[in-house]
């Protein structure tokens, strides 16, 4: 599965988009990009999923760039609630990763009031 | 619909006794995970279950058992517990359709072993 980059930590004020970027360079033809969040002392949330075309949920949108390199997540109105570590994943569906799903760092989202 | 559920949420073990912890999922989907996550770090993969009667180890199953008891059921047993299995045990599902597997986890159980 690709490695993933994202940045350690970011703000948002309440009610304004957040936008969470993820670097994905070496993504291959079969993988998707997933993103997940965990909020303090909670289980994972599932968020969004895409392979190629732009998605959106009622969580969030998932924008993906042309070359697929990169994408950012964008929570359109964030709220306070929203404070939490967002982890960006890129696995090829099924196969041997099967399963295996792989927590970096992750990106500490402050959402403020 | 409860989604996934975990039961006990909190334990505290002597070091040598059993337990299980038990897992159940209400969204009729085929697979099934157990994963653990330790302080400040990511989750590992214990053991996951690909279909109901199918079971596999991960990245980290050695002192672990586990049994697809249904399509709605999966448990994870501690024959021998260890201080090295103090952590917080999650488990998931997913639907594991169109061959993408986005995962839904339950809200924990938090162990201690002394």
């Known amino acids: 599965d690709a490695k993933t980059t994202q940045p350690p930590s970011m703000d948002c004020a309440e009610g304004r988009a957040a936008n969470l970027p993820c670097n994905h360079s070496?993504?291959?033809?079969?993988?998707?990009v997933y993103w997940y969040r965990q909020i303090h002392s909670q289980g994972p949330q599932y968020i969004i999923h895409?392979?190629?075309n732009n998605e959106t949920n009622e969580m969030a949108s998932l924008i993906i760039t042309e070359d697929r390199k990169s994408s950012t997540l964008i929570l359109p109105h964030a709220t306070l609630r929203d404070t939490a570590v967002y982890y960006c994943i890129v696995r090829s569906a099924g196969g041997t990763s099967y399963g295996k799903l792989t927590f970096g760092q992750g990106t500490i989202l402050t959402v403020h009031p | 619909n409860a989604g996934v559920t975990q039961t006990p949420k909190f334990q505290v073990l002597k070091t040598g006794q059993s337990m299980t912890l038990q897992c159940a999922q209400d969204?009729?989907?085929?697979?099934m995970y157990w994963y653990r996550q330790d302080p400040g770090m990511g989750l590992r993969l214990i053991y996951y279950s690909a279909s109901e009667g199918t079971t596999d180890k991960g990245e980290v199953p050695n002192g672990y058992n586990v049994s697809r008891l249904n399509k709605r059921e999966f448990s994870l047993r501690l024959e021998s517990a260890a201080p090295s299995q103090t952590s917080v045990y999650f488990c998931?599902?997913?639907?594991?359709?169109?061959?993408?597997?986005?995962?839904?986890f339950g809200p924990g159980t938090r162990l201690t072993v002394t």
């Open positions: 070496t993504i291959s033809g079969n993988e998707y």
């Open positions: 895409g392979l190629k």
């Open positions: 969204m009729n989907h085929n697979s």
């Open positions: 998931a599902s997913s639907p594991r359709t169109g061959g993408t597997d986005e995962q839904y």
